[in-house]
């Protein structure tokens, strides 16, 4: 392989967890700012940490002064455990209009993340959680990013520490029932 450019760019050290990738464990990567100047193509990267080899990435076309996150190898000192909390449905009310009664269903879900760091040093965890545009954000009260598709929170791990953390959206329906609630509006 040929060096296109071989210059100096931003970047930050993030581990990235996103469980439609790999469940068990996140990923190590980075956050990579183009500060050459000039657009960067997409292709193949080899990883370096300090003079050792870290990993294999590979980066999409990267325009001048944007940013992307790479990921290229697993960390291993990171484990999670994703469960599913199940769907809560509520009624929150009930009430007839114009003769049909209507009942207001709130459905809550939850996820929650079981992280356990191994490693002898603190991490910083980037939580990719999917984005459902029904769904409105409970817990945490907003994300840290937000992409079209995800949302990210970020978590620092310290050494050796174990943690959870929740992820909780809710949404809410109205259903029409037909009845003969005729002149009982407002009821």
């Not at 999917?130 to 978590?155: C, G, I, M, S, V």
């Amino acid at each position: 392989m040929l060096s296109i450019v071989n210059t100096a760019i931003d970047g930050e050290a993030v581990t990235i967890y996103d469980s439609r990738v790999l469940a068990a464990h996140p990923l190590q990567g980075a956050r990579l700012r183009n500060t050459s100047g000039q657009p960067l193509p997409g292709g193949p990267l080899t990883v370096l940490s300090g003079n050792h080899y870290a990993g294999d990435a590979r980066i999409e076309y990267l325009p001048a002064d944007e940013s992307r996150l790479l990921s290229f190898a697993v960390d291993l000192p990171i484990s999670v455990q994703q469960r599913q909390k199940g769907a809560e449905q509520t009624v929150q009310a009930l009430r007839i209009v114009r003769g049909m009664l209507e009942s207001q269903v709130t459905t809550t879900r939850g996820t929650s993340y079981a992280f356990r760091n191994a490693a002898k040093a603190a991490r910083e965890v980037l939580v990719v959680h999917p984005l459902n545009t029904r769904y409105e954000l409970l817990e945490p009260a907003q994300a840290d990013e937000r992409t079209n598709d995800d949302y990210r929170f970020k978590l620092t791990l310290a050494a050796g520490e174990e943690r959870e953390f929740q992820v909780r959206r809710s949404t809410a329906s109205a259903i029409l029932q037909a009845g003969d609630f005729a002149g009982r509006d407002g009821a």
